[in-house]
């Protein structure tokens, strides 16, 4: 029984590399049965427990019940490191889940319980790298957790300790992929913190550090897709940031190359969706550009090409609402650059498909509130082009009643003043 479970594990994680996820859950539901069974006639089997651990940790949603096994197991063996570093990595599984969920303060505590543990492990063996390695990942987890609940100063604390342990482990073996991986990944939390605080000289810095780490990473394996994938994001990340310093040579450069990369990728994968989407983001960031520099032909022309890419995502995928919307989220920013460049045609007609696809949406998930917002953000775009056929004060009806359903952002709020006054200067035109 236990091979059989054993295999079903093995079955389950093919089936969710390759987004099979109902298969995936019934091979680790039927795998966790036959743990808890062999569990069952052998209460005293350390091996067993922790066999039902980690099934109910593939599983998801039960990352507490798995962490109270792996805490029972390490405090029956204080002594087993091995035990110790499995309670750790169930308190980061936990810690991420009531993340998810919004509990920033409980995941706090988790994580910073993982730290611990992490701690003493590396203390007690000072040069084994891959217990260092794990304070640094836990570092970063809980640097990202106090970046949501901005505490800069604590996160970037975290950031840099575990910057600093990576940068020396990736010296010490400079062709290990995994180390690079770390090194990136942390820089991403710390350029993000940079750029929140306004900081543009911090984040650039933190941002190209991360892009020599990947054009490194991308010399070792020139062939990995994900590999250059990430290189693409790097550079696309760091362009955005130069253009918030309104340096538009480099970020052109690094948004040009950046889009570059993307098109090899969805020419060599054609049938991967997830090239084919991060080519259309690449897209998206060098018409933005085009546009803000008043170069709005050349804008159109890359919009045109994102939004073809994101009704070809959409047909593939009827049922899905994210397609769905990334095609709403492309019209906008087509509707967007209608307006800067004084083309109310376009503008009308992009803002009334994406105001047409979000309703339809809205209608679906009535509970949604992030969609209503964007629905009604969509109708205040589209409110503002001359000859829309929508007025202000349909728009001040539906934000009213939002409202009232509190579904309002602070930001919304504004707006929502905003329509008042524009109804008022509406029925101020049309008094007699």
């Known amino acids: 029984k236990g091979d059989v479970a054993h295999i079903l594990v093995n079955v389950g994680l093919v089936e ?11 091979a680790f539901e039927e795998s966790l049965e036959i743990r808890r069974s062999l569990a069952a006639r052998d209460p005293t089997n350390a091996q067993f427990q922790q066999d039902i651990a980690y099934g109910l940790s593939r599983l998801g949603g039960s990352e507490g019940e798995s962490l ?8 029956a063996d204080p002594g087993n490191a091995s035990a110790q570093s499995n309670l750790a990595d169930g308190l980061d599984r936990y810690g991420k889940a009531v993340r998810r969920d919004g509990d920033l303060a409980l995941a706090r505590k988790a994580f910073e319980e993982s730290l611990a543990i992490r701690r003493q492990i590396a203390a007690a063996d000072a040069v084994n790298a891959s217990a260092q390695r794990k304070v640094a990942l836990g570092l970063e987890q809980l ?10 100063l604590a996160a970037r604390v975290a950031f ?16 290990n992929l995994f180390l690079l991986r770390d090194i990136i990944d942390i820089l991403v939390g710390l350029g993000d913190l940079w750029e929140e605080k ?20 991308a010399a070792i394996d020139p062939s990995d897709a994900d590999i250059q994938l990430g290189l693409s994001g790097s550079l696309r990340v760091l362009g955005r940031v130069e253009l918030k310093q309104r340096n538009f040579a480099a970020g052109r450069k690094s948004i040009t190359e950046a889009l570059e990369i993307s098109r090899r990728l969805a020419s060599d994968h054609p049938d991967s969706l997830k090239l084919q989407s991060n080519l259309r983001s690449a897209m998206l960031s060098i018409a933005d550009l085009e546009r803000d520099t008043r170069n709005y032909a ?3 022309g890359f919009y045109d090409e994102a939004l073809d890419i994101s009704r070809r995502l959409a047909t593939a995928n009827p049922d899905s609402a994210y397609r769905q919307k990334g095609v709403g989220f492309v019209l906008a920013r087509l509707g967007r650059q209608g307006v800067y460049s004084g083309d109310n045609a376009i503008a009308r007609a992009s803002y009334e498909e994406c105001l047409d696809i979000y309703r339809k949406l809205a209608a679906q998930d009535p509970t949604n509130a992030a969609t209503q917002r964007v629905m009604l953000r969509t109708m205040f775009w589209l409110a503002g082009v001359p000859g829309a056929k929508i007025s202000w004060h349909e728009v001040l009806i539906e934000m009213e009643e939002q409202n009232e359903r509190g579904i309002l952002s602070k930001g919304d709020l504004r707006l929502l003043e905003g329509v008042r006054a524009s109804v008022a200067r509406e029925e101020m035109a049309n008094a007699p």
Do not use: C, Q, W
């Not at 840099?160 to 062709?175: F, K, N, Q, V, W």
């Open 160 to 175: 840099e300790e575990g910057l600093d342990i990576s940068r020396h482990l990736a010296e010490s073996d400079p062709a």
């Open 16 to 26: 969710r590399a390759s987004a099979n996820h109902t298969a995936a859950r019934k």
């Open 198 to 217: 306004g900081d543009y000289t911090a984040a650039r810095a933190a941002y190209e550090e991360r892009l020599e780490a990947h054009r490194r990473l």
């Open 143 to 152: 640097g990202m957790n106090e970046m949501r609940a901005r505490n800069f």
């Open 68 to 75: 109270d096994i792996f805490r029972s197991l390490a405090a």
């Open 298 to 300: 050349v804008a159109r």
